[in-house]
């Protein structure tokens, strides 16, 4: 079992920065990939970057450029730092992550979300 808790989260003007951190902790073998899903109202819940254990990321077109994932194996944490903050960021960011059972079987796992407001 794995439980991420976010934090970071906040209100901020547009073109303005935030930082989001996300930690996970509990029983597991392992943690493969972890990264950040946003949710706008009325909207999906959509990837904005993950980060796999061997460091390869990956971004949504919207944000490249913008925002820098980062991850530390060894204290299973991931932040998000987004600069060049527009309105269309506003929303729920989820932190997310696969986590590997001591038995060698995955589950995916999320936080309980933080939520971002960027004002024009």
């Known amino acids: 079992q794995v439980t991420l808790v976010e934090s970071g989260g906040g209100l901020v003007q547009a073109g303005g920065s935030l930082r989001l951190s996300c930690v996970a902790s509990?029983?597991?073998?392992?943690?493969?990939?972890m990264g950040w899903y946003r949710q706008g109202s009325g909207k999906q819940r959509d990837m904005v970057a993950t980060?796999?254990?061997?460091?390869?990321?990956s971004y949504a077109d919207s944000v490249k450029g913008r925002f820098t994932i980062s991850r530390e194996n060894a204290n299973n944490t991931v932040d998000l730092q987004m600069s060049s903050l527009k309105p269309e960021d506003t929303g729920v960011y989820y932190c997310?992550?696969?986590?590997?059972?001591?038995?060698?079987?995955?589950?995916?796992?999320w936080g309980q979300g933080t939520q971002v407001t960027v004002s024009s």
């Open positions: 997310y992550a696969i986590g590997i059972t001591t038995d060698f079987k995955g589950y995916h796992y």
């Open positions: 509990g029983t597991f073998f392992r943690i493969d990939d």
């Open positions: 980060e796999t254990s061997a460091g390869r990321t």
